[in-house]
T-cell receptor
Framework: DVKVTQSSRYLVKRTGEKVFLECVQDMDHENMFWYRQDPGLGLRLIYFSYDVKMKEKGDIPEGYSVSREKKERFSLILESASTNQTSMYLCASGRPDFEQYFGPGTRLTVT | RKEVEQDPGPFNVPEGATVAFNCTYS??????FFWYRQDCRKEPKLLMS???SGNEDGRFTAQLNRASQYISLLIRDSKLSDSATYLCVVNRKDSSYKLIFGSGTRLLVRP
């Protein structure tokens, strides 16, 4: 079974803090993704990576950056957290043109 | 117009009922299609891929109509455990790596 794990299930941070969300997959997938999910807006792609050290912006990259130093690990960074970044963050991995597998999600609250 | 459109529901049906969800997509060049299931406050999980010839997995049948750019999911003999949100997913025209998720259709199966 594919396993995608995320570093935290719940996180509470203060406005202005730097936040790191980490994701690890064990299926040697080339592609990894970060989404956020908000009520009424569905899943929105923040960034994705198709290889180590390679990344591309998704639909809503502003306020976020990513890092992929190893194939199995993809990190999402909020440089200076803001209240409008309160959301559910979902990491996924997959092969090109195939389905994606999701981690359990991190529910981030920024106060 | 959204790239993937679904009726948000909710569909409220009794146990044992047959229920059908529809989804339309705007990119005629899309090649990959999927249905995901998402339980409340959980991550999306792959339910089934959708093939051109249509495919069935137990009580679930998925169909694709490329000419009308339309995907359907039929659930027969609904169970209480089928209550969830069902997401229609297609790949994006500008990259083979990215999937577009519909906002989902909510299903409630009552005793």
């Amino acid at each position: 079974d594919v396993k995608v794990t995320q570093s935290s299930r719940y996180l509470v941070k203060r406005t202005g803090e730097k936040v790191f969300l980490e994701c690890v997959q064990d299926m040697d997938h080339e592609n990894m993704f970060w989404y956020r999910q908000d009520p009424g807006l569905g899943l929105r792609l923040i960034y994705f990576s198709y290889d180590v050290k390679m990344k591309e912006k998704g639909d809503i990259p502003e306020g976020y950056s990513v890092s992929r130093e190893k194939k199995e690990r993809f990190s999402l960074i909020l440089e200076s957290a803001s209240t409008n970044q309160t959301s559910m963050y979902l990491c996924a991995s997959g092969r090109p043109d195939f389905e994606q597998y999701f981690g359990p999600g991190t529910r981030l609250t920024v106060t | 117009r959204k790239e993937v459109e679904q009726d948000p529901g909710p569909f409220n049906v009794p146990e044992g009922a047959t229920v059908a969800f529809n989804c339309t997509y705007s990119n005629s060049a899309s090649q990959s299609f999927f249905w995901y299931r998402q339980d409340c406050r959980k991550e999306p999980k792959l339910l089934m891929s959708v093939y051109s010839s249509g495919n069935e997995d137990g009580r679930f049948t998925a169909q694709l109509n490329r000419a009308s750019q339309y995907i359907s999911l039929l659930i027969r003999d609904s169970k209480l455990s089928d209550s969830a949100t069902y997401l229609c997913v297609v790949n994006r025209k500008d990259s083979s790596y990215k999937l577009i998720f519909g906002s989902g259709t909510r299903l409630l199966v009552r005793p």
